[in-house]
């Protein structure tokens, strides 16, 4: 039977605490872009730069002593390693799986819990597909390419309690977003998925339903997560099901997917996309048609003034306003910088 207990690596639960720790600290949105950077890097070398530019953008005030201490123990702990790092020299260094695509996600889960399937069925990749366990022995990169939207996948080697592969820590603690696969047609798959959980809190990475530092301790991350339920087609799976539902304990969303299946996979696609907080947005010249075939893939809530930035920086200094055409709507909206875009518009920069 599933373990009611809450991970080691969760918070402490009360909101009340929580919602005042924050506005204690009332950080800035220049300190929690950093924040995102950070939680991003791949090396101890980009760690200690995202330390230090953490440093010099957090409010220096009372509320923010206890957070100014955590990142200077850990601008410590990071320039330590990347000095032992730098006495064995570059070939004891892991070299880490370069970012593609608007978003990178991560496929992990037990000993055959359909990891490489599911990844094979989302990118098309030809990844080792075995029915034995741990086929995967190396982290594996493919694209999903859908509906304009380019988006890493990485299956890894399996997760279980007796088995741990080191270099999962950083790259989940990188990921945009995981996906927790469990068996559905296996007794055990519930408790196998929840033995993954627990080995990452161990490591103060919290399987969450968002993705950021933990507010009580930046020791520990959240890392937004969807879990997965593989072979749900399974003819015991109705009755499988209510050992899931234990799963209520844990906040991040699920959803069932056939690998073999294409309708459930398509499905699949659309929640990741939906759960990464994705959207396109075209743009085009004054006085010419729109090309719908590139859009930019910006997160969702963007503004006019990040489109700016991605077409050209240079750009971004002389945009004042934009025409933006949504949808059916035969007029455009005539709008400022900060106008927030949503997904398949089409700007015009002026």
């Given at each position: 039977m599933?373990?009611?207990?809450?991970?080691?690596?969760?918070?402490?639960?009360?909101?009340?605490?929580?919602?005042?720790?924050?506005?204690?600290a009332?950080?800035?949105?220049?300190?929690?872009?950093?924040?995102?950077?950070y939680?991003?890097?791949?090396?101890?070398?980009?760690?200690v730069?995202?330390?230090?530019?953490?440093l010099?953008?957090?409010?220096?005030?009372?509320?923010?002593?206890?957070?100014?201490?955590?990142?200077?123990f850990?601008?410590?702990e990071?320039?330590?390693?990347?000095?032992?790092?730098?006495?064995?020299?570059?070939?004891?260094?892991?070299?880490?799986?370069?970012?593609?695509?608007a978003a990178?996600?991560?496929?992990?889960?037990?000993?055959?819990?359909?990891?490489?399937q599911?990844?094979?069925a989302?990118t098309?990749?030809?990844?080792?597909?075995?029915?034995?366990?741990?086929?995967?022995?190396?982290?594996?990169a493919?694209?999903?390419d859908?509906?304009h939207?380019?988006?890493?996948?990485?299956?890894?080697?399996?997760?279980?309690?007796?088995?741990w592969?080191?270099?999962?820590?950083?790259?989940?603690?990188?990921?945009?977003?995981v996906?927790?696969?469990?068996?559905?047609?296996?007794?055990d798959?519930?408790?196998?998925?929840?033995?993954?959980?627990?080995?990452?809190?161990?490591?103060k990475?919290?399987?969450?339903?968002?993705s950021?530092?933990?507010?009580?301790?930046?020791?520990?991350?959240?890392?937004?997560?969807?879990?997965?339920?593989?072979?749900?087609?399974?003819?015991d799976w109705p009755?499988?099901?209510?050992?899931f539902?234990?799963?209520?304990?844990?906040?991040?969303?699920?959803a069932?997917?056939?690998?073999?299946d294409?309708?459930s996979v398509?499905q699949?696609?659309?929640?990741?996309?939906?759960?990464?907080?994705?959207i396109?947005?075209?743009?085009?010249?004054?006085?010419?048609?729109?090309?719908?075939?590139?859009?930019?893939?910006?997160?969702s809530g963007?503004?006019?003034?990040?489109?700016?930035?991605?077409?050209?920086?240079?750009?971004?200094?002389?945009?004042?306003?934009?025409?933006?055409?949504?949808?059916?709507?035969?007029?455009?909206?005539?709008v400022?910088?900060?106008?927030?875009?949503?997904?398949l518009?089409?700007v015009?920069?002026?």
């Open positions: 599933i373990s009611r207990n809450r991970p080691r690596g969760s918070q402490s639960g009360d909101p009340y605490l929580e919602k005042c720790d924050l506005m204690a009332n950080l800035t949105p220049q300190y929690y872009r950093a924040e995102e950077q939680r991003r890097a791949q090396t101890v070398a980009e760690r730069a995202c330390l230090e530019e953490l010099r953008v957090i409010p220096k005030h009372k509320g923010t002593d206890r957070l100014q201490g955590d990142l200077r850990r601008l410590k990071a320039k330590e390693q990347l000095r032992r790092e730098n006495m064995k020299g570059a070939a004891s260094r892991s070299m880490p799986i370069p970012r593609q695509g990178r996600v991560v496929v992990m889960g037990a000993p055959n819990s359909g990891k490489s599911l990844v094979s989302c098309g990749a030809s990844l080792s597909v075995a029915p034995y366990p741990f086929s995967t022995r190396h982290p594996t493919a694209l999903m859908w509906n939207f380019r988006i890493q996948f990485i299956d890894t080697p399996p997760v279980s309690l007796s088995h592969e080191p270099s999962l820590t950083d790259l989940v603690r990188s990921a945009d977003l996906l927790l696969c469990a068996d559905g047609s296996q007794d798959g519930a408790q196998a998925a929840f033995d993954v959980i627990e080995q990452f809190a161990e490591r990475i919290q399987l969450s339903h968002r950021g530092f933990d507010e009580q301790r930046f020791a520990v991350v959240h890392v937004k997560s969807v879990l997965v339920v593989t072979r749900s087609w399974n003819s009755v499988r099901k209510e050992l539902s234990e799963w209520n304990a844990f906040p991040f969303s699920s069932e997917v056939e690998s073999g294409e309708e398509l699949l696609k659309a929640k990741v996309v939906k759960e990464l907080g994705l396109r947005v075209f743009t085009k010249k004054p006085g010419e048609p729109a090309e719908l075939i590139d859009p930019y893939i910006l997160k963007a503004t006019v003034a990040e489109i700016s930035e991605k077409v050209h920086a240079d750009l971004a200094n002389r945009v004042k306003t934009a025409k933006i055409r949504r949808g059916h709507e035969k007029t455009p909206l005539n400022g910088l900060d106008f927030e875009l949503c997904d518009d089409i015009e920069l002026h």
